[in-house]
């Protein structure tokens, strides 16, 4: 027998799976495949300094090297990238003129390499394609992440910092050839990044069930992120070496990628934005302080949702109502945010109190989110915002 999903808000209209990925311990080998196939001699390699320090670059490098080949490399880029590193990126890369371009690391790095591979094809700068310049094309791209929580290697966003406030770009051209999905690559990454990437996952894929885009392909993608994240976070954050917390990981961070690029982020990402460059926070952490108390708001529309992800989680626990498993997910939530040592108040990045009715505003107005599953104003961010003050 045929089984239909019956609650329409859960319909798939369209869902969106790119790029090819290759995932698996030494899955970095493949990208030596992947520029002979398509003659590839010129690669360009995007780094943050974390990244090249670790000797990454160098791994990478050696891996791709052999006669003939000429690799061009930038590691400036720091762990929030902004307009002008971006265009310090492009300036570098526009002098190689190179064939492709690689991105390794973390967000910053994959984002960056994003808008080179683009703006070295489309021409002008940044600024122009924030301004409206359209763009359908970019040099091949092929992306490394080295930790496992933004999903940049599967999205075709690409978020940065224009005088000290988020904006991005987004568009599927962005989106890569070719993923390389490398757990080997994250078992270095430091205890505090480790939590703050983690915990961007689970903002990732539960944002997306808060919002009119979701859809039961969402809601899979979500579920599974989520429950690998309630399962092997905690493990990578203490124990690094664990390679299979850490291929869990980088799984769920890839799911969770899928998700967001199908179904946005909400309010946690927009509360994320009015704090992170303030304050400096690691996005993650910028981000999940807010999560639990969206999931809170958005309960009434999101009950059937979070409590299939319980279930994906804890399949033998002994709850029975929706209702009870839906509230306990959020427990659960706010229960792994605390055992990796993540934020669950904004005094604890040192917000006074007096500045949150205007991070309220400015959440509001400038990161909307008229998508979010429940209706909203700003009294209710507001609320939101006092909440976890
Ligand atoms: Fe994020």
């Not at 190689?96 to 700068?125: L, N, R, Y």
Request: charged share 20%.
């Amino acid at each position: 027998m045929v089984e239909f999903i019956d609650s329409e808000h859960l319909s798939v209209k369209s869902f969106c799976i790119i790029p090819k990925i290759s995932f698996g311990c030494n899955a970095k080998k493949d990208l030596v495949s992947a520029l002979n196939e398509r003659g590839l001699y010129r690669p360009f390699i995007i780094a943050d300094q974390g990244v090249y320090q670790a000797g990454l670059v160098k791994l990478i490098q050696d891996l791709i090297n052999k006669p003939g080949v000429e690799i061009g490399e930038f590691h400036n880029i720091s762990s929030e990238p902004t307009l002008e590193s971006m265009n310090e990126s492009t300036l570098a890369v526009r002098e190689f003129k190179p064939d492709c371009i690689i991105g390794i690391g973390g967000g910053s790095s994959m984002d960056t390499a994003k808008v080179v591979a683009m703006v070295f094809v489309c021409g002008g700068d940044l600024k122009d394609y924030l301004e409206g310049k359209p763009y359908n094309a970019r040099l091949p791209l092929f992306l490394v992440p080295t930790t496992a929580g933004t999903g940049s290697e599967v999205t075709g966003d690409s978020v940065f910092s224009v005088n000290k406030q988020k904006r991005w770009i987004s568009h599927s051209c962005l989106v890569p050839d070719l993923s390389i999905l490398d757990p080997e690559l994250t078992v270095s990454l430091p205890k505090r990044v480790t939590a703050s990437t983690g915990l961007d996952v689970l903002c990732h894929a539960l944002e997306g069930l808060m919002t009119s885009y979701r859809n039961v392909l969402v809601e899979m993608h979500a579920s599974k992120a989520v429950s690998l994240v309630i399962g092997n976070l905690e493990k990578a954050y203490w124990c690094g070496n664990d390679i299979s917390a850490r291929y869990n990981m980088m799984l769920a961070a890839m799911l969770g990628g899928i998700a967001n690029n199908n179904a946005p982020a909400t309010f946690p990402h927009s509360i994320g934005y009015t704090i992170a460059n303030r304050f400096n926070v690691p996005h993650g952490f910028s981000c999940e302080v807010g999560l639990p108390a969206a999931m809170e708001f958005n309960l009434p529309m999101c009950t059937d949702e979070f409590s299939t992800v319980f279930d994906a989680c804890f399949p033998l626990s002994n709850k029975k109502s929706k209702n009870e498993k839906a509230s306990a997910l959020i427990e659960e939530i706010k229960i792994i945010i605390q055992k990796v040592n993540g934020y669950s108040r904004l005094r604890d990045f040192g917000v006074e109190e007096d500045l949150v009715n205007t991070l309220a505003e400015e959440c509001y107005n400038l990161f909307p989110r008229p998508y979010n599953i429940c209706q909203h104003n700003l009294e209710d961010i507001k609320n939101i915002y006092r909440k976890i003050y």
